[in-house]
């Protein structure tokens, strides 16, 4: 410490140039990191910083035919695994219910009675009918975005293609609900603005197709939304795990030390706005029905 109080100016100004070097080598390999997790996305045609999963290792250890299908298919792979584990513990839970239940069918019921409730509080007793449909999406949306945050997995949903193909399903079952609900006459009639006065037929020709525009872009909408969370959050994640790594080698760390958990704050952030996301894609649809379909007081009109 004395000796440090009694450096001339000149020894002083060469610490700092040493402690600027430093830094400047740190940020250096930090900034390399992030250029090799971007690269990483741009050879696999991803665009954004995302982080490798098992497919990938996969590919790397056993390049063949097979391997490269499975990664060129890889959302669809994915997404069929998140299908599969849902499917069996669902079947599990089924097979072991009682009437005194275990924690797997408590957690199972828990969860269809919460989506029952929402459900049912939107669309009316009515909205019984599309429980199964719009639960199932819910589960299997959140189930999807979490699923990137397992090391080694990967969110279907960070992709647009699987996004676009959710959305398409509640296009085409909304549609279908309104039809079957209306008829093709009152399904035209309430696409032309429902119109009653002679003012209202006359703006028929403005009305019908901005409603038709606006009807093609609820899909685009919802599956731009959810796409954008969730690949916002792979990015984020990737970066942070970069900077981690990129951190501890500028320190000349042991190759088998991790590098630091810099995205560790973010992961708890990533599961928040998944369910908060696969929430807004369920409640989004649920109102897309309640448009579509005639509601009950109507009915009794």
Same mark, same amino acid.
């Given at each position: 410490?004395?000796?440090?109080?009694?450096?001339?100016?000149?020894?002083?100004?060469?610490?700092?140039?040493?402690?600027?070097?430093?830094?400047?080598?740190?940020?250096?390999?930090?900034?390399?990191?992030?250029?090799?997790?971007?690269?990483?996305?741009?050879?696999?045609?991803?665009?954004?910083?995302?982080?490798?999963?098992?497919?990938?290792?996969?590919?790397?250890?056993?390049?063949?035919?097979?391997?490269?299908?499975?990664?060129?298919?890889?959302?669809?792979?994915?997404?069929?695994?998140?299908?599969?584990?849902?499917?069996?513990?669902?079947?599990?839970?089924?097979?072991?219910?009682?009437?005194?239940?275990?924690?797997?069918?408590?957690?199972?019921?828990?969860?269809?009675?919460?989506?029952?409730?929402?459900?049912?509080?939107?669309?009316?007793?009515?909205?019984?009918?599309?429980?199964? @449909?719009?639960?199932?999406? +819910?589960?299997? =949306?959140?189930?999807?975005? $979490?699923? #990137?945050? !397992?090391?080694?997995?990967?969110? %279907?949903?960070?992709?647009?293609?699987?996004?676009?193909?959710?959305?398409?399903?509640? @296009?085409?079952?909304?549609? +279908?609900?309104? =039809?079957?609900?209306?008829? $093709?006459? #009152?399904? !035209?009639?309430?696409?032309?603005? %429902?119109?009653?006065?002679?003012?209202?037929?006359?703006?028929?020709?403005?009305?019908?197709?901005?409603?038709?525009?606006?009807?093609?872009?609820?899909?685009?909408?919802?599956?731009?939304?959810?796409?954008?969370?969730?690949?916002?959050?792979?990015?984020?994640?990737?970066?942070?795990?970069?900077?981690?790594?990129?951190?501890?080698?500028?320190?000349?760390?042991?190759?088998?030390?991790?590098?630091?958990?810099?995205?560790?704050?973010?992961?708890?952030?990533?599961?928040?706005?998944?369910?908060?996301?696969?929430?807004?894609?369920?409640?989004?649809?649920?109102?897309?029905?309640?448009?579509?379909?005639?509601?009950?007081?109507?009915?009794?009109?």
């Amino acid at each position: 410490m004395i000796e440090r109080l009694l450096m001339t100016p000149d020894q002083a100004e060469e610490m700092i140039h040493e402690a600027a070097d430093s830094a400047s080598l740190v940020i250096s390999h930090a900034v390399d990191s992030l250029i090799a997790v971007a690269g990483h996305a741009a050879e696999h045609g991803g665009g954004h910083p995302e982080l490798p999963n098992w497919l990938e290792f996969a590919h790397k250890l056993f390049p063949g035919p097979v391997t490269d299908f499975l990664l060129h298919w890889q959302v669809v792979v994915f997404s069929i695994i998140v299908w599969i584990l849902l499917s069996f513990f669902c079947i599990l839970a089924y097979r072991k219910r009682s009437l005194v239940p275990g924690k797997l069918q408590n957690l199972i019921e828990f969860v269809v009675e919460a989506l029952t409730n929402l459900i049912v509080g939107i669309l009316g007793e009515s909205g019984r009918r599309y429980i199964p @449909f719009l639960g199932t999406l +819910f589960v299997y =949306i959140f189930t999807m975005n $979490i699923f #990137g945050l !397992i090391p080694g997995m990967f969110s %279907s949903t960070s992709k647009l293609n699987t996004t676009l193909a959710l959305a398409a399903c509640v @296009f085409i079952y909304v549609q +279908f609900e309104g =039809i079957r609900a209306q008829g $093709i006459l #009152g399904y !035209i009639y309430h696409f032309a603005g %429902s119109p009653k006065s002679v003012v209202e037929w006359c703006l028929v020709p403005l009305n019908l197709p901005l409603h038709i525009i606006g009807e093609l872009a609820k899909p685009l909408s919802l599956s731009l939304r959810l796409f954008g969370n969730i690949s916002g959050e792979d990015m984020l994640l990737a970066i942070f795990v970069g900077l981690g790594i990129a951190i501890t080698a500028a320190f000349h760390a042991p190759a088998w030390m991790p590098g630091l958990p810099l995205h560790l704050p973010f992961i708890f952030l990533a599961l928040l706005t998944s369910f908060v996301q696969a929430l807004v894609f369920t409640l989004l649809s649920t109102i897309y029905f309640s448009l579509m379909t005639p509601h009950e007081e109507e009915k009794h009109h």
